[in-house]
Each structure stands twice: as C-alpha cells, then as structure tokens.
C-alpha cells in the first residue's frame, strides 16, 4: 500500500490519442493522478467533467492532470472528443499501474474484474506521494478540496 512519502510508481501507459505516457516526464510539475473505473459512466463522467471546468484553477497550482483507467485507448479517445477533455485520459489496459497505486477492484458491478478503483493521488515535483485517496465505493468522488489544499501547500 502506497504511504504519503513514498516515491510515485513510475509508469508507462497509452493516451488516447496513441501517444506513450510516462509519469517520470512531468517531474518538474505537480500532478493529480486520477483513476476511474470507466468511460461512459454517470460517476466517472461527472468526476471528470469537474476537473475538466477547474482546469484553469490546477494550471495555476502547477499541476497536470492525468486520468486513467482500464479502458482502451480508443474508447478513451471518443469519449475525451465527446466531453472535451483537456488532460490526458491514459489506459491501463494491461492494469499495470492500477496495481502499482493499489486501485484495482478485485470485483466490481455486474461481476466485472480488473477495474481501476476511483482513487486521486497528488504526486509532487520530486515524484514523492503526498496524498492519496482510494475510494471503495466508485459511487463517491474524491475529496477535490483536500487535493486542492495539498497542492497549495507545495512550492
């Protein structure tokens, strides 16, 4: 389990315009690390379309946005088109780093395995973890002021 402190998994994943994502390359830059079960969906569309609004507010915290989830690049892709998405939606396809942050479902609904948890981890310029947030139940959202309040407090 991934303790505030510790160093950021480091991944490689697809976004959905096809391009290799490392979290390595935006050292440098805080980042919001969102996962999410699914494309598509009521919650997931909701948390995303949040962040999508508030954009502005994390540019000027210096902070990317990334957000991931199982779903292939190509589903991510049309759904980013559909909503207007201005951050890099990545797949885990293969659920590399859901295991990595501990935001993987062993079962999810309709007897689905192998979903990412919705989880929000804030990842700071050096790459070290100082908050982390993994939600059992996807029907919540993640606790956005308390990403924003950690996110302040960073130089």
Known sequence: MLQLGDKAPDFSLRASDKSL??????????????????????VCTKELCLMRDSLAQYNDLNAQILAISVDSPFTLAQWKEEQGFNFPLLSDFNKSASKKYDSLYKEFALGLKGVSKRSAFVIDKKGIVRYAEVLENAGEIPNFDAVNDVLKSLD
């Open 21 to 42: 994502v490392k979290l390595s390359e935006h050292r440098g830059k805080n980042v919001v690390l969102l996962f999410f079960p699914f494309a598509f969906t009521g």
